[in-house]
């Protein structure tokens, strides 16, 4: 059985080009190594999620796609597991989160390490408001 809310669905990805250009245009930034997190907090949307997120490893640090792969998956997992305190804090405030969460380290690091970098951005962006 499913935990409610350990699901990561197209709807949370965020995809267009638009979006994406405006977050890197008027976005503000935070470098937790080796994460560096672009976000920006706009008003509420109905039809759009609470937190919408787009993972990048650049090709300059990790030529080969298996190895950039292997980041963004491990990225993608500790966010899953840990995205529901910044969902629930975003509840009821009027905002909502579009994000971009980029590797900037030359080394894969474990899995581990990869997760606290995650949970502290989320501890980060939680309590932004």
């Known amino acids: 059985m499913k935990q409610k809310g350990a699901t990561f669905t197209k709807g949370e990805r965020l995809c267009s080009v638009r979006a994406i250009s405006d977050l890197f245009s008027g976005g503000r930034s935070i470098s937790l190594p080796p994460l560096r997190i672009i976000y920006r907090v706009m008003p509420e949307d109905p039809s759009l ?65 990869t997760e606290r970098c995650v949970k502290e951005t989320i501890g980060k962006l939680t309590h932004l408001k």
């Open 49 to 113: 999620e609470p937190v919408r997120v787009m993972l990048s490893v650049p090709k300059r640090y990790f030529k080969k796609a298996v190895d950039r792969n292997l980041i963004k998956r491990r990225i993608r997992e500790a966010y899953r597991q840990n995205k529901l305190p910044l969902i629930n804090s975003l509840q009821g405030s009027g905002n909502r989160i579009d994000m971009s969460i980029i590797w900037n380290d030359t080394s894969i690091q474990s899995y581990d390490i």
